[in-house]
């Protein structure tokens, strides 16, 4: 059973609209991250945490923005949704700044741009 | 030269065969590797993490690790059409800032 839920897991929005992708997770892990990936493609970092009220841009530019207000919630927020937002959002966490554990994935939320 | 290399493949081995995966990275300051299998159209999940020189097994799964040539590979024995996905690698460097980077991924066919 995930620890890390992501919502909705499907979304399909006009463009200009103002959309939020959740993601919470019960693991207790101070970092998260958000990656952007489409089809097929590989990985891109958009945004990282690394405890409340600490966010960071990741590799990949990014017109959305992140909050870390808990630990356990991290959501990421377009203020107007473009058709090249359209891909699918990852959310992950991960327990140890050593880094001696690996990223757990949320389930993901495909974003359509129309 | 990317910090961390796959073969995009597919890699296609017939059903029973070993898979062998590789992965080089490019920071001799990486302490940490990871394998990661993506089904297609799902989220990765961690399948292996090896941080010592050497062999590690996990069922059918065998992660090896070669520090001194900055590569480490994934071998799937018995394959099965079930293991038929992308495999990502994943290496945590620590010298200078901390980095947790991927690979773009190496497309697994195990054919039946």
């Known amino acids: 059973e995930a620890d890390i839920y992501q919502t909705p897991r499907y979304l399909v929005i006009g463009t200009g609209k103002k959309i939020t992708l959740e993601c919470s997770q019960t693991m207790g892990h101070d970092k998260m991250y958000w990656y952007q990936q489409d089809p097929g493609m590989e990985l891109h970092l958009i945004h990282y945490?690394?405890?409340?009220?600490?966010?960071e841009k990741g590799d990949l530019s990014s017109e959305s923005t992140v909050s870390r207000i808990r630990t356990e919630h991290f959501p990421l927020t377009l203020e107007s949704a473009r058709p090249s937002h359209t891909s699918q959002y990852l959310c992950?966490?991960?327990?140890?700044?050593?880094?001696?554990?690996?990223?757990?994935f949320g389930s993901g939320t495909r974003l359509t741009v129309v | 030269q990317k910090e961390v290399e796959q073969n995009s493949g597919p890699l296609s081995v017939p059903e029973g065969a070993i898979a062998s995966l590789n992965c080089t990275y490019s920071d001799r300051g990486s302490q940490s590797f990871f394998w990661y299998r993506q089904y297609s159209g799902k989220s990765p999940e961690l399948i292996m993490s090896?941080?010592?020189?050497g062999d590690k097994e996990d069922g059918r799964f065998t992660a090896q690790l070669n520090k001194a040539s900055q590569y480490v590979s994934l071998l799937i024995r018995d394959s099965q059409p079930s293991d038929s996905a992308t495999y990502l690698c994943a290496v945590l460097t620590t010298s200078g800032t901390y980095k947790y980077i991927f690979g773009t991924g190496t497309r697994l066919k195990v054919l039946a």
């Open positions: 992950a966490s991960s327990e140890s700044y050593q880094g001696n554990y690996g990223y757990t």
């Open positions: 945490s690394y405890g409340v009220n600490s966010t």
């Open positions: 090896i941080y010592s020189n």
